[in-house]
């Protein structure tokens, strides 16, 4: 079954329109921005919320980036597979991926020849999840169930999911 964070954690209700931005963007590739877009899109698909991507991560709701080690929020990442991203509660609106990782941005992760290929939409629709309140899910189909391996691909939310995160939204 879905969790939320402590105290049922939420973007508040005057705000449907969430905009997202990406640290260093121009050192995003446009390939790994549509997979963000459309990671988003699965989330909005079952809600009233919207995502639009700005430029500026100053005054976006969500702020992401790829980080290396300790990158000062006091959760460094560790290199290859480990810990492969981590986001906040909502409205702190971090969604941190580990630069270490073999992200898979284009093409079939499951067949990849790198055993340490690592989908990032499986990983970034897990974490959207996280960002918008929701917490771990005992359900194994569910996107918000805390495991995912090397060439594994999740990314279609599950009952559960959906059930969980219209409670918020
Ligand atoms: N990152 C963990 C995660 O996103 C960070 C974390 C641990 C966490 N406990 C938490 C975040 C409690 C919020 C609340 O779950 S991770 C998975 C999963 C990770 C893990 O890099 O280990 C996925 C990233 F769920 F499969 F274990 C993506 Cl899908
Ligand atoms: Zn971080
Ligand atoms: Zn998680």
Redesign the pocket.
Known sequence: HYSF?PGQQRWPSDRWNLTYAFYRQESIPDTAKAVFSRAFQRWAAVTLLTFSETTSTATADIKIGFFVGDHNDG?PFDGVL???????SPTAGMLHL?GDEEWVIEGDVTTSTISTAVDLE??V???IG?VLGL??SSVENS??????SSRMR?VDLAADDIQGIQVLY
């Open positions: 964070f959760e480990g810990t492969l991203a981590h986001a906040f580990d499986s990983v629709v897990h974490e996280h917490g771990h996107i918000m169930f805390p495991t995912i999740k």
